[in-house]
């Protein structure tokens, strides 16, 4: 069971928004930055957001994170079919001393 | 260009050893921290392993502590794996990054190697 809870799954039809969450404690989002992957089949993981809001060169501004509390999200807007991917957020854990991830969620773009 | 190769990989039994490198290059290999991370065949990404850019402080998964070792070398630019008591859970494709999440001084610097697949046999 990972320390960033994710739902496993999340659906859209192109152009729609679609909102993942992941939602953690205290000791990771609620105190650090969050990250998020892209992840497409047989590849490396491809970093979307940084820092909770910032994006790298290069990822659309359709991608976009935020952070309440103890739980952050990634928004994609003007959904598109090579959105389809797996998504996963990431921090940094005080009380594990450690990187912890999301389990992960597969967006399917219908 | 930033590159990131993983070697090392493939079949190992259970109980057995396999040391993991992954070699830089395309940057100062010495001013980053480095990561393992690790995907089981149809799962999700789980860390492994952290280490600062000197090399001082290692951080390991609570699951992992005192089987794998995480080291480098910065002469060599080259990142490292040992591990050791291997069981068939430890079955996934082994991926060496540079580390954001432990440094986010580093900002975007976030690359990823291609992965190197380790396969445990009981």
């Known amino acids: 069971q990972s320390v960033l809870t994710q739902p496993p799954s999340a659906s859209g039809t192109p152009g729609q928004r679609v909102t993942i969450s992941c939602s953690g404690s205290?000791?990771?989002?609620?105190?650090?930055?969050v990250f998020w992957y892209q992840q497409l089949p047989g590849t490396a993981p491809k970093l979307l957001i940084y820092r909770i809001n910032q994006r790298p060169s290069g990822v659309p501004d359709r991608f976009s994170g935020s952070k309440s509390g103890t739980s952050a999200s990634l928004a994609i807007s003007g959904l598109r079919s090579e959105d389809e991917a797996d998504y996963y957020c990431a921090g940094w854990d005080d009380r594990l001393s450690g990187v912890v991830f999301g389990g992960g969620t597969k967006l399917t773009v219908l | 260009e930033v590159q990131l190769l993983e070697s090392g990989g493939g079949l190992v039994q259970s109980g057995g050893s396999v040391r993991l490198s992954c070699a830089a290059s395309g940057f100062t290999f010495s001013n980053y921290a480095m990561s393992w991370v690790r995907q089981a065949p149809g799962k999700g990404l789980e860390w492994v392993s952290s280490?600062?850019?000197?090399?001082?402080?290692?951080y390991y998964a609570d699951s992992l502590k005192g089987r794998f070792t995480i080291s480098r070398d910065n002469s060599k630019s080259t990142l490292f794996l040992q591990m050791n008591s291997l069981r068939a859970e430890d079955t996934a494709v082994y991926y060496c990054?540079?580390?954001?999440?432990?440094?986010?001084?580093?900002?975007?610097?976030?690359?990823w190697g291609q992965g190197t697949l380790v396969t445990v046999s009981s």
């Open positions: 990054r540079t580390d954001i999440v432990l440094v986010p001084a580093s900002l975007d610097f976030d690359y």
């Open positions: 205290n000791s990771n989002i609620g105190s650090n930055f």
């Open positions: 280490i600062t850019d000197s090399g001082d402080t290692t």
